[in-house]
């Protein structure tokens, strides 16, 4: 992984209008991200986690320029895309490429995986006629497909080949990043691991980056170097893998670890069972977005919103636990911050969390 920044993400938001009046003015908003700011190093496999409604394939889909961001930046390889003109962006759209969640509705039923795959290539006359044909036997090849298939039409494939087929499409005009969107929510579980293994080899073999978007922490773990938490439109935590894993600040990102399953009983962790309902992303909270729900709420997070600080080298957390902690103290108690955020309540009686908030109000 190079040290250079690819994708700088900064501040970025946007709003859908929820409900409009008589005269076609818009009333509300929902408010699908709301001030995500996040750098994506070249070579790097960034994984963006969270629940459904979470923002994290809207981001996505304003990476690729399928979505206008409401405000914010976009800076891709020290251009910033949301200044650009349509004509400029187009000229870039080879350079970012997407791999769509549902392999059945990505690929045109009437055209051939042979044409498919050319499609992209000759809308963007990258290669003279003659040349086509055996770049597409090549893609077919690096994704494990046979070249004989060319013929065939997306029917007569399984789940598997027909992302496969998309992954080789995304491939097609030779991109720097690729953001896949949940592509392997919609396969078998025994199918899933070969094409994550797949897009794994395609990363060191072409030198790409990748946005990685997912439902699951434990889908995220095989393929990606560091990891972003995000819920109801805000960025909870990013870090580190190996960090994210072991030692998880934000009790929203423990929680999501304690759901996955493990039949190592030392691996296990104890269930953390999340109470309350999700705010609306139409009214959210003032507050911190998870303050309904969080079992270490204390007084300020009802207040108002975390900062995403870096609490620990490499490892930033938007939680008011840690606001005042000095990360140089945190790394001299061997780090002292995961130790508080893995306890239960936090060290912290119902009692005194009730205290908390009242002094904060």
């Not at 009790?251 to 953390?272: C, E, F, G």
Request: net charge negative; glycine share 8%; hydrophobic share 40%.
């Amino acid at each position: 992984m190079d040290d250079e920044v690819l994708i700088d993400v900064q501040h970025l938001t946007k709003s859908f209008v929820a409900d409009s009046n008589f005269f076609g003015k818009p009333t509300s908003f929902v408010q699908a991200v709301d001030d995500v700011s996040f750098k994506i190093h070249r070579g790097e496999a960034f994984g963006l986690v969270g629940e459904s409604g979470c923002g994290k394939t809207t981001i996505g889909k304003m990476l690729v320029g399928l979505l206008t961001p409401t405000s914010g930046r976009i800076v891709y390889d020290g251009r910033d895309l949301t200044a650009m003109r349509p004509k400029e962006r187009r000229a870039l759209c080879s350079d970012i490429q997407l791999i769509f969640q549902d392999p059945y509705a990505s690929l045109n039923p009437r055209m051939t995986i042979g044409d498919i795959i050319a499609e992209p290539i000759k809308t963007n006359k990258l290669l003279p006629a003659e040349k086509v044909d055996p770049r597409v036997d090549e893609l077919l090849e690096c994704v494990g497909l046979a070249p004989y298939m060319r013929n065939r039409y997306p029917h007569e494939f399984s789940g598997g080949q027909r992302q496969r087929v998309g992954i080789a499409r995304a491939l097609a005009v030779n991109p720097k990043l690729i953001v896949c969107d949940e592509p392997v929510s919609a396969l078998d579980v025994s199918v899933q691991a070969q094409v994550l293994n797949l897009l794994d080899d395609l990363k060191d073999q072409f030198g790409l980056t990748y946005l990685f978007i997912a439902h699951g922490l434990n889908v995220v773990k095989h393929i990606s170097d560091r990891v972003g938490v995000m819920y109801l439109g805000k960025l909870m935590e990013v870090a580190d893998k190996s960090d994210l894993y072991h030692d998880p600040l934000c009790p929203y990102t423990q929680a999501l670890l304690s759901a996955i399953p493990s039949v190592d009983p030392k691996l296990r962790r104890k269930r953390i069972i999340l109470e309350g309902d999700v705010p609306s992303p139409i009214d959210p909270p003032a507050g911190c977005r998870f303050a309904s729900r969080c079992f270490a709420n204390v007084g300020a997070c009802d207040v108002t919103a975390p900062d995403l600080y870096e609490e620990l080298p490499g490892h930033w957390c938007a939680c008011h636990r840690y606001d005042g902690v000095n990360p140089e103290d945190v790394i001299d108690t061997s780090h002292e911050i995961s130790r508080i955020a893995a306890s239960p309540a936090y060290g912290r009686s119902a009692s005194e969390g009730a205290e908390a908030r009242g002094m904060a109000e």
